[in-house]
């Protein structure tokens, strides 16, 4: 619920979702429908995006499993580690001992999750990735390349969250501006973005729905991190 309403808060009309993350936008759109239906077309119904790449990522020790937080930690990458803990993960992931890279996810579960990676973040297709590295022999080089990209993206991430926590006194301001946006609304923000969150956004949906019969907006929640 809580992702369902990050989604609605902004008009969302696509949601860039995994395969395993589907059911969130499902139930999204469930609860639109009925809110809609209730009170009158209040929300977009939005529709779900995959990319043809990296829409299910496998674990690093496990490649037949999905990564997951659920999962063991050393086959999954968390976008906050130390960037040294991340090298080495993926410089351990378990691969095989055929010494070619192709993507075949039943015969080569390892390599294909590796390629699916490095062709997600670089943005390019498992056709392009593959070609770059068809003559590599050595798994140990093309570890290292699908390392440095995923190290460097864990590491631009990583500024933007510190340049967040350390911008909390704008942050605690824009918190007390929302909060005073609706006297029957709690406002709890968890993450977002300064520049980004709108607050006329949030005080225009709240008259829409003070006005609505039969409802009274007790409750919003944010969980918005621009990155």
Do not use: W
Not at 32 to 54: E, W
Not at 62 to 75: A, F, I, L, W
């Amino acid at each position: 619920r809580l992702m369902a309403a990050d989604i609605l808060l902004y008009d969302t009309d696509f949601v860039p979702v995994g395969i395993d993350q589907m059911q969130h936008v499902e139930l999204t759109n469930t609860l639109a429908k009925r809110f809609n239906k209730t009170y009158g077309k209040t929300f977009k119904i939005p529709k779900p995006v995959i990319s043809k790449t990296g829409a299910k990522i496998m674990s690093l020790s496990d490649p037949t499993k999905k990564m997951s937080k659920s999962e063991s930690d050393k086959g999954t990458i968390y976008l906050l580690d130390d960037i040294e803990i991340t090298h080495k993960k993926i410089m351990k992931a378990v691969t095989d001992a055929e010494s070619k890279i192709y993507y075949d996810p039943e015969k080569k579960p390892g390599i294909s999750n590796l390629l699916s990676i490095y062709a997600g973040i670089q943005n390019i297709s498992i056709e392009e990735a593959v070609e770059l590295f068809k003559d590599e022999k050595d798994y140990g080089v093309f570890k290292r390349a699908v390392a440095k990209v995923v190290c460097d993206e864990c590491l631009r991430i990583q500024t933007q969250v510190q340049l967040l926590k350390d911008n909390t006194d704008k942050l605690a301001k824009r918190v007390k501006l929302m909060k005073s946006t609706h006297s029957n609304a709690r406002l709890y923000i968890k993450q977002y973005s300064p520049n980004e969150f709108n607050s006329n956004k949030l005080k225009n949906l709240l008259e829409k729905l003070e006005k609505t019969k039969g409802f009274k907006p007790d409750l919003i929640i944010v969980d918005y991190l621009n990155i």
